[in-house]
C-alpha cells in the first residue's frame, strides 16, 4: 500500500510541475486538489477550496510564473493519508518585468479519495529566500 501510495503521490506532484508550465491552472485545481483543500501560501492568507486555489494559481500564471520543477524528496502512507515533502524551484517576472529565480521548500498532506485516487488537503510552500 505504501509503495503504491507513494508512486501515485510522485506522478502527481510531476503533474502538479507540467500544469503550473503548461499555463493550466484549472486543470492543476482539479487533478492536485481534494474539493475541501487548503493551500498555505507565504505572504498570503490561507485558501481554502479547490475553486479559489484554482483561481489562487491562476493569479499567479497570469503575474508570470513560470519554469516549475518540482523534487519529490519523502513520501510516507499511513492508511488513507499521505505526506510528502519536497523542493522546487522557478521563475517569474520581478517588479521590473525582469525574470527571477526562486528556489524553495514545499509540504502536501495527501488523503485518498472514494475512488482510491489521491488528493491533496493540506499543501503549503516557503521560499528558500530572506524575505525583503
Known amino acids: 500500500m505504501a509503495t503504491q501510495a507513494s508512486n501515485s503521490i510522485r506522478e502527481l506532484d510531476e503533474a502538479f510541475a507540467r500544469h503550473i508550465n503548461s499555463g493550466d491552472a484549472e486543470a492543476l485545481a482539479g487533478s492536485f486538489y481534494a474539493e475541501e483543500a487548503l493551500l498555505l501560501p507565504p505572504n498570503h492568507p490561507a485558501v481554502r477550496g479547490r475553486v479559489s486555489i484554482g483561481h489562487f494559481w491562476r493569479g499567479l500564471l497570469d503575474a508570470g510564473l513560470s519554469d516549475l520543477h518540482v523534487e519529490t524528496t519523502e513520501t510516507r502512507a499511513s492508511g488513507t493519508f ?6 522546487y524551484s522557478l521563475a517569474f517576472r520581478g517588479a521590473a518585468g525582469e525574470p527571477v529565480r526562486d528556489t524553495g521548500k514545499w509540504l502536501a498532506i495527501y488523503r485518498q479519495q472514494a475512488d482510491k485516487s489521491w488528493r491533496a488537503v493540506n499543501h503549503m510552500f516557503s521560499s528558500d529566500q530572506a524575505a525583503t
Do not use: E, K, L
Not at 82 to 87: E, Y
Open 82 to 87: 499521505a505526506f510528502a515533502t519536497g523542493r
